[in-house]
């Protein structure tokens, strides 16, 4: 095994002692690259391993690609990289290329994405456009008219950012996305933005099912094991795998939309439909091919917004955004004024404190609304709702690199 797997130690101690400090929890991030990965067709993966090589510290020639030397690489370890260099002078200009804040935007009960007022700050500074413009980094490297350190840097902000993208409160323009919105998780203190950063995850981490810290077999376990590295989230990884995107999985249908993009009417008729059949999906998954078996092909992009044929942030993010209201992921007892209780005068009806009250359960932060509790944290666990967003990313993430990558010979490239 070629990667250290010091960052899984790593994101366990940052997960138990600041998992404030990370976006969607470096876990969250990784877990989104691993997902991806595995989706991967290995042509691309070799690439994108070829790329990242400097970063990776990875300092022998890549290896042919033999069933022996698969993956040649993971991307996990260069995911969470975009939130530890953002405070530096350099690039302190990606830090608001996280998220997008919509001026109007005021979850749970007015959910505005952008409304009237349009976002705050530049329209092109925002995690939307930065998803575009790192992309298009990628393709001019594709063609030929980048440099291998070009490249390097832009996958690292494009892995990053998918997974930021998928996590809803990086929508919203309420609170700093809720990093302002006091919670207890637990007892303890903490924001909203942090629970659905890591809080949610390595609670869901926790509570995996026992029989997913044994390999996958047969076919599955050929095509999920090879990519998993000994991590805390392993287990976590195999079970959105086995449950969730596999043949039959709680997402097998929805996921064949996932990589869709609104077409322009002018587009629409010369398109068709898919070609695809359900079974032609499966059998090409199983071969490691998902990418075809989604019937996509490279269509050329249209000028309208963020959004082109095959990466369209914007509307990728309307219906996580959404979230925000509807779930909701923003508990109406955050609110300080209007009809929702707040502080001292929480309704105890909700969201499980009257029941942790009557099991004589410690609430040892009563003027902090408390979010692990069954109502909430367990209605978000119980629908799958984090899974499907880092499934989601994965998914994502690995159609559009293969779109990038897919037509390039490994051969042809020279790595300046
Ligand atoms: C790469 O790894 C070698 C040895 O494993 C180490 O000496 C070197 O400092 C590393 N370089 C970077 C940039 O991390
Ligand atoms: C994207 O690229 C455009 C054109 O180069 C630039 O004006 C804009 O600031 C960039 N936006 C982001 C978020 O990087
Ligand atoms: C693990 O157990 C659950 C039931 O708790 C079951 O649904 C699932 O299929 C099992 N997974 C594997 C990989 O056997």
């Known amino acids: 095994m070629r990667i250290s797997l010091l960052s899984a ?49 990875l300092s022998e020639p890549a290896p042919v690609s033999t069933v022996d030397a698969y993956p040649p690489c993971s991307l996990a370890p260069i995911a969470a990289w975009a939130d530890t260099i953002r405070m530096r002078p350099e690039y302190r200009y990606t830090a608001p290329l996280h998220y997008v804040n919509a001026v109007d935007d005021a979850p749970p009960d007015g959910c505005a994405f952008p409304g009237t007022h349009g976002w705050q700050g530049r329209p092109t500074g925002n995690v939307l456009a930065a998803l575009g413009n790192v992309t298009n980094v990628l393709r001019e490297f594709a063609d030929g008219q980048r440099s291998v350190g070009d490249a390097e840097e832009a996958l690292k902000f494009l892995v990053h950012w998918m997974g930021d993208m998928h996590q809803p409160l990086h929508m919203s323009g309420r609170e700093k996305g809720g990093n302002g919105a006091k919670v207890a998780w637990n007892g303890r203190s903490t924001n909203l933005h942090s629970v659905w950063d890591g809080l949610l995850i390595a609670q869901s981490i926790r509570q995996t099912p026992r029989n997913y810290s044994r390999p996958l077999t047969g076919t599955e376990g050929a095509i999920v094991e090879p990519h998993l590295r000994g991590a805390i989230y392993d287990s976590y990884i195999r079970r959105i795998m086995h449950e969730g995107l596999a043949i039959g999985g709680r997402f097998d249908e929805e996921s064949r939309s996932w990589l869709d993009c609104p077409t322009p009417e002018s587009e629409k008729k010369s398109l068709g439909t898919p070609s695809f059949t359900y079974k032609e999906r499966a059998q090409a998954l199983l071969a490691m091919d998902f990418y075809t078996a989604l019937g996509l092909t490279t269509r050329p992009g249209t000028e309208e917004g963020w959004d082109d044929a095959v990466l369209c942030p914007f509307a990728w993010a309307k219906p996580i955004h959404k979230l925000n209201c509807e779930l909701p992921v923003w508990p109406h007892n955050l609110d300080p004024t209007g009809s929702h209780p707040s502080g001292a005068e929480l309704d105890t009806d909700d969201f499980g404190a009257e029941a942790d009250a009557a099991a004589g359960r410690p609430r040892p932060h009563p003027e902090l609304f408390e979010l692990d509790t069954p109502e909430y944290a367990g209605k978000i666990a119980k629908e799958w709702v984090v899974e499907r967003l880092l499934a989601m990313a994965g998914v994502r993430l690995a159609g559009v690199l293969t779109d990038i990558f897919q037509d390039v010979e490994a051969d042809g490239f020279v790595l300046v």
């Open 9 to 57: 130690t790593a994101i366990a101690v940052a997960l138990a002692n600041a998992p404030a400090a990370y976006a969607w929890g470096a876990a969250g991030h990784e877990i989104v690259a691993t997902i991806a990965q595995i989706h991967l067709p290995k042509p691309v993966l070799t690439l994108v391993c070829d790329i990242l090589r400097p970063s990776l510290n």
